[in-house]
Each structure stands twice: as structure tokens, then as C-alpha cells.
């Protein structure tokens, strides 16, 4: 696993948001842009990454980590690299790329502002090899085409210019699929992840925000004794906390640290912009209180909303 910061976090969460906000999916070649990804959160545990959403959001997380065939931190690290170098590339490097300018995927003006001032992973850094790939896909002198149809199909998907065979002559196929099973963990509300996937998606429906949904499962993970030997965790997001959340966290933070000597790292100089608190639930449990809890006394009691 790359040693991911929680700043790095912050880069990762904003690509995925974006490739996930712009696009479901889930049937390539859909003009659909009905996904509503508002929020991702992911934290880092030693070698795992948990990847959390507001709402239902996970749902566009699933079909893209399932398009890209992800099993591991390797394969999820080349599924955002491919993409954030298609969001944030030029109009010249389309052109070379494709023939003509395209109607893509890209960056809002706040993921934008993220990428600019967080730290993109060197791991994240695109390399020759990945743009010959594309090129061979989608380029304008390919090779190979039917035997990378898939990935093709997810290159174009981001660069607004894939159909679905519809003509014998057509260079890509629908009965396509994936260059690779992905094989992911899911961790559903109330549930402790396994112990050993290295990527995980986090389909608690909750209405309370990605970052709560997050320390709640490390919470059932310190209860379970999950995590011996753990001494810090990364935290990062599209997002900084609301003032509600972010309240909650500098009681939780120091309850972490003294229960289970494990440090909550957040982005350093943090940019981005608070989350709106909107309608969700907030946690309300007082300073007082929490800190006489130990995770055995319950998890629920811990994150009382």
C-alpha cells in the first residue's frame, strides 16, 4: 500500500468524486448524468483504504471500482491516475490524443481548487506506458483495439466520445468486459470489514456525513480488537468537516489517542471548503460524556446523532 497522507487522501477522494459525479458507470456509452455524488471520504488503516459517501453514493463508487476491475491498492492507483490525467489534461493533449475536442468529464471549479492545493501522490504521477495504452485505445492510429475494447471504452467514457456497437464496423464491443474481476470489500452499516482486503467500500446509507460513517467503523474495529499495534490513521476527503462534525471529531481525536494511543491525521493546511451541515444528523454526545466511554461500552453510544 502507498503510504497515503491524509492530504494525499484529500487528491484521491476528489478525483473519484469527480469520475463518479459525471458518470455512473454502470452502462458505458450512457449519456446519463444523473449521479449525484456530493461528498467522499477516505481513511487509510495501515495497508487498507475505506472509501465512505453521503447517502446512497457508494452505489457510483461500486460501478466505477467494478469498471476498472479494482482488487488492490495497485489497480485502484491506475484507475485514478488514467482518470485524473483525462479530467485535468489539455486541450492540446486531447487533440494529440484524440482528433478532435470532446465533450468530457472535468474538474468543478472546488475539485479544481482541491487538486491545485493538495498533494497528488507521486504513485498518481501518469507514465509513458499509460499514454500509450490510451493511445493504442483511443487514439488516432491503434492498435490491437479489440483485445483493450474495455479499457478503450472506459477511456472514452471520460472523454465524452464512446457508443456502444451498434455496426459490425464499429471498433468496440459491448460483450466486453473488465480487463480483471474486481475484488473489493464491502462493509455494510454496523459491520467490521475483513481483516485483509485492501480496498474497501463503505454502503452505510446513513444520513449523516462520509467522515462519521468512517470513525464509526474504526470504532467496531478498536472494539473488536482489530486493530493492535495500529498507531495512526489517515483521514482525508473532498470536503473539510462542518462545524458540527468538526466539533465532534476534536472530542474524538483526543478520546482516540488516550483509549487506544492512535493518532487521527487530518490535511495539513487545509483549503478545502466546510461541508454544508444542511439536513444531516449531527453527532450531539457532550465532551464530558464521551470522554468516560470506552469503545465496549458501545459503539452507538459513542456516535449518539
Known amino acids: 500500500m502507498h503510504p497515503y497522507t491524509a492530504t494525499n487522501l484529500t487528491a484521491l477522494s476528489t478525483i473519484l468524486t469527480c469520475v463518479t459525479r459525471t458518470q455512473t458507470w454502470q452502462d458505458l456509452g450512457t449519456k446519463d448524468r444523473s449521479a449525484k455524488q456530493e461528498e467522499i471520504q477516505i481513511l487509510r488503516i495501515g495497508e487498507r483504504l475505506f472509501i465512505a459517501c453521503n447517502q446512497d453514493g457508494h452505489q457510483y463508487v461500486k460501478h466505477f471500482l467494478t469498471a476498472f476491475g479494482v482488487s488492490d491498492d495497485l489497480t485502484f492507483a491506475y484507475a485514478l491516475r488514467v482518470c485524473h490525467y483525462l479530467l485535468n489534461s489539455t486541450y492540446q493533449e486531447r487533440k494529440d490524443l484524440y482528433h478532435s475536442q470532446t465533450d468530457r468529464s ?3 471549479v472546488q475539485e479544481k481548487t482541491n487538486i491545485s492545493h493538495t498533494q497528488v501522490p507521486a504513485n498518481l504521477a501518469i507514465a509513458e506506458e499509460d499514454k500509450t495504452l490510451m493511445t493504442n485505445c ?90 493492535s499495534g495500529t498507531t495512526d490513521v489517515f483521514l482525508g476527503g473532498l470536503k473539510a468537516a462542518c462545524k458540527e462534525c468538526s466539533g465532534w471529531i476534536e472530542v474524538f481525536s483526543p478520546w482516540l489517542a488516550t483509549n487506544y494511543s492512535i493518532t487521527l491525521n487530518l490535511p495539513e493546511e487545509d483549503t478545502r471548503p466546510s461541508a454544508n451541515p444542511k439536513n444531516w444528523d449531527k453527532p450531539t454526545l457532550g465532551s464530558d460524556d464521551f470522554a468516560a466511554l470506552t469503545a465496549g461500552d458501545g459503539v452507538a453510544e459513542l456516535f449518539t446523532i
Open 106 to 108: 472535468e474538474y468543478s
Open 138 to 227: 483511443v487514439g488516432k492510429k491503434t492498435k490491437n483495439r479489440d483485445t483493450m475494447a474495455w479499457q478503450g471504452a472506459c477511456f472514452q467514457q471520460l472523454l465524452g466520445i464512446y457508443q456502444p456497437t451498434k455496426k459490425k464496423k464499429s471498433n468496440y464491443t459491448d460483450s466486453f468486459g473488465p480487463p480483471r474481476a474486481a475484488t473489493f470489500g464491502e462493509v455494510g452499516a454496523d459491520a467490521i470489514p475483513d481483516d485483509t482486503t485492501a480496498i474497501n467500500l463503505c454502503t452505510d446509507t446513513a444520513g449523516v456525513h462520509a467522515e462519521l460513517k468512517l470513525l464509526a467503523m474504526l470504532t467496531r474495529m478498536l472494539a473488536a480488537g482489530k486493530l
